[in-house]
T-cell receptor
């Protein structure tokens, strides 16, 4: 089944404790992206990747890191999480970034930073 | 700064009524997409419009892309309870996607 998977689905952590949210897609997609969703603000792009070893900042990259060493995986790293990073996070992938690229979203990771 | 503004933010209507959701911006987009999101799930693509003035129909849903490629609308005819959900528009500029704030639709039986 074609899908984007994220782990964990739920995470409660404390300020400053490094964490990684994994994202994997099995569709051989080139373009991958991370978003955060907050009430009243919609989805905001954190980082995106056009292909392996090619990552770029999105709208809200502060406090986050990503890597793209393999085509299928695009982990999101929070080196020192803070309470303002409490949010619902989504990973997405699409075949390419050509206009109209169909993004497939993962099920989301709900992160709480105390 | 919100690149895409959606209106209304919340909409509650009776089953069988028609409704329109708007997505507006001062920026020009290469394409504009509409997604629907259910609670606890990721957004799912409904349609992509690419050409200014383009109109696409998906059963009871009609999507329109503005002539200047800065705005879009989603019209639902004879809403059903299964249409309940969060509707999101998204436009691409450069290599990035920008999402609207969303319209939460509730269809009451």
């Amino acid at each position: 089944e074609a899908q984007v998977t994220q782990n964990p689905r739920y995470l409660i952590t404390v300020t400053g404790k490094k964490l990684t949210v994994t994202c994997s897609q099995n569709m051989n997609h080139e373009y991958m992206s991370w978003y955060r969703q907050d009430p009243g603000l919609g989805l905001r792009q954190i980082y995106y990747s056009m292909n392996v070893e090619a990552t770029d900042k999105g709208d809200v990259p502060e406090g986050y890191k990503v890597s793209r060493k393999e085509k299928r995986n695009f982990p999101l790293i929070l080196e020192s999480p803070s309470p303002n990073q409490t949010s619902l996070y989504f990973c997405a992938s699409s075949l390419s970034f050509l206009a109209g690229g169909h993004q497939f979203f993962g099920p989301g990771t709900r992160l709480t930073v105390l | 700064t919100q690149l895409l503004e959606q209106s209304p933010q919340f909409l509650s209507i009776q089953e069988g009524e028609n409704l329109t959701v708007y997505c507006n911006s001062s920026s020009v987009f290469s394409s504009l997409q509409w997604y629907r999101q259910e609670p606890g799930e990721g957004p799912v693509l409904l349609v992509t419009v690419v050409t200014g003035g383009e109109v696409k129909k998906l059963k009871r849903l009609t999507f329109q892309f503005g002539d200047a490629r800065k705005d879009s609308s989603l019209h639902i005819t004879a809403a059903q309870t299964g249409d309940t959900g969060l509707y999101l528009c998204a436009g691409d500029v450069g290599n990035q996607f920008y999402f609207g704030t969303g319209t939460s639709l509730t269809v009451i039986p």
